[in-house]
């Protein structure tokens, strides 16, 4: 069952799925580059709402960076259940369940650990307001929200655990180990950085360099998968 034939079908999820990974890597990458060119301020709510209303094209920019590529890993995720399936299903599955799903339910909330486009219109309401009273209470809601983007939270361990989940059952694949071996120090290193973020900082930026390498190289082994398959028949003016 882990044939050619078997896999055939997959060959564009895989290929979708490598390029999701490498272009997920490439968007966090840019939004970093923003973060370094206009740093947010990560406390204080007059401070950050003052820092947004002279920065607010670099600041938005680097928000939808930080949060609409959560879309990619969810791609990603699913084809390495598909690739995966015959080593250790229900692990397989768990895995990737666990990694994807955090990913997704980024996309409903729409704050990054360097800020939140909520924030935007606090800015504005900020700007505007006609009485201290009401900047303060503006400020407030601000204060909040920055210190809940300081709060560990359990999508970002359960992001982690699950590169490390999918990374254990690739270890028994034919996919390369390298990528495994990266994976298990990536969601290992991940768990504790997610609980110890501001405690010890250092894991954290550990965590974000392993993780981003564990994305590229998966994204190489799924690109390299789908190349050794041949193009399936078309059918219906598509093929597979």
Not at 217 to 228: D, E, H, K, Q, Y
């Amino acid at each position: 069952m882990t044939g050619t034939g078997s896999e055939q079908p997959y060959r564009t999820l895989y290929r979708v799925a490598g390029v999701a990974s490498l272009l997920f890597v490439g968007l966090l990458l840019a939004a970093l580059a923003l973060d370094v060119i206009a740093p947010p301020p990560v406390t204080g709510g007059a401070e950050t709402l003052e820092f947004i209303a002279g920065h607010k094209a670099v600041y938005v920019a680097e928000q939808l960076l930080w949060i609409v590529p959560s879309l990619l890993p969810v791609v990603t995720f699913l084809a390495l259940f598909i690739a995966l399936r015959y080593t250790s299903p229900s692990w397989a599955l768990i895995g990737a369940v666990v990694g994807g799903l955090p990913w997704a339910l980024l996309l409903a909330i729409p704050v990054s650990s360097r800020g939140s486009l909520v924030l935007v219109t606090l800015s504005d309401w900020y700007a505007v307001a006609a009485t201290p009273e009401a900047r303060a209470s503006y400020a407030s809601a601000a204060e909040a929200l920055v210190a809940e983007n300081n709060t560990p939270g359990i999508l970002g361990v359960l992001a982690a655990a699950g590169i490390l989940l999918v990374s254990l059952v690739m270890l028994r694949s034919p996919l390369p180990r390298t990528v495994a071996w990266l994976g298990i120090a990536a969601g290992a290193v991940g768990v504790l950085s997610e609980l110890l973020r501001y405690a010890v900082p250092a894991f954290y930026s550990a965590y974000g360099l392993l993780m981003w390498a564990w994305f590229v190289m998966v994204g190489i082994s799924l690109l390299r998968r789908a190349s050794r398959m041949a193009p399936a028949p078309r059918r219906g003016g598509y093929d597979s």
